[in-house]
């Protein structure tokens, strides 16, 4: 394993194919697409005012996130995840500068323009200069911006070519919504897959011995014994 690969991922937490974990955070994943589903028909209504949309907007990324890594929650680091978490939000801070001058602010369905490929192509540029968990900060952040990108170009779409092009580049929500229940059940399919023995991760040597719900890493030590 390089040392960047160390940086994002994690090797001292608990193993990832716990089946009642992995239940739980299936469980919380679909709470959490419904509490999105709810969010956006409420904001999508009638107008609300501006903080009730940024509390219940930033809710839905972060909701989005969780989601979106959730089968990756105990292998990715922790600053990875506090890099995503940033990086999921981070985006909208391109919205202050639009309420200070007073332009009209309509919806959710009005991005601006950091809300494009270039703005997010921004933060690569310190994954190339830092290094360990600075960079696995910085890689979560982009995953961040990726998924923060892909929440609101299916919920009024965002200016993705800026400043080559000021057309809204949109996805329609029920792949939005596809896609975050796929990812949401993720976890338990990982645990039945590494419970019923077929896991594709297990080593050849450690396939004849492994127990059903042992995990990949319990297999490994097994075989090194
Ligand atoms: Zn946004």
Same mark, same amino acid.
């Given at each position: 394993m390089t040392e960047q690969t160390e940086a994002v991922t994690r090797d001292n937490g608990p193993e990832p194919f716990r089946l009642g974990y992995c239940l739980l955070v299936s469980a919380i994943g679909i709470a959490g697409i419904i509490a999105i589903a709810l969010i956006d028909q409420y904001l999508g209504a009638e107008t609300r005012s501006i903080p009730v949309i940024a509390a219940m907007?930033? +809710?839905?990324?972060? %909701? *989005?996130t969780f989601i979106l890594l959730a089968a990756f929650l105990r +292998? =990715?680091? #922790? #600053? /990875?995840l506090a890099g995503a978490v940033v990086g999921s939000l981070i985006l909208d801070v391109g919205h202050i500068p639009i309420l200070l001058s007073d332009i009209e602010f309509t919806q959710i369905t009005s991005r601006p323009s950091s809300h494009?490929?270039? =703005?997010?192509l921004v933060f690569i540029l310190p994954i190339l200069l830092a290094r360990g968990r600075?960079?696995?900060l910085f890689v979560g952040i982009? /995953?961040?911006? %990726?998924?923060h990108l892909f929440r609101d170009a299916a919920t009024?779409?965002?200016?993705?070519?800026?400043? /080559?092009?000021?057309s809204? =580049?949109?996805?329609? #929500? %029920? $792949? #939005? +919504?596809?896609?975050? *229940?796929?990812?949401?059940?993720? $976890?338990?399919?990982?645990? /039945?897959?590494?419970k019923s023995n077929v896991s594709v991760i297990m080593t050849?040597?450690?396939r004849t011995h492994a127990k059903p719900d042992q995990s990949p890493r319990e297999q490994q030590n097994q075989s090194s014994a």
């Open positions: 907007d930033y +809710v839905a990324h972060l %909701a *989005t +292998v =990715v680091s #922790y #600053y /990875f494009s490929l270039l =703005v997010a600075y960079q696995a982009c /995953f961040g911006n %990726a998924f009024g779409g965002i200016p993705l070519w800026w400043p /080559f092009s000021a809204s =580049v949109e996805l329609a #929500y %029920a $792949p #939005y +919504v596809m896609t975050l *229940t796929i990812f949401a059940l993720m $976890p338990m399919a990982g645990a /039945f897959i590494a050849d040597s450690s």
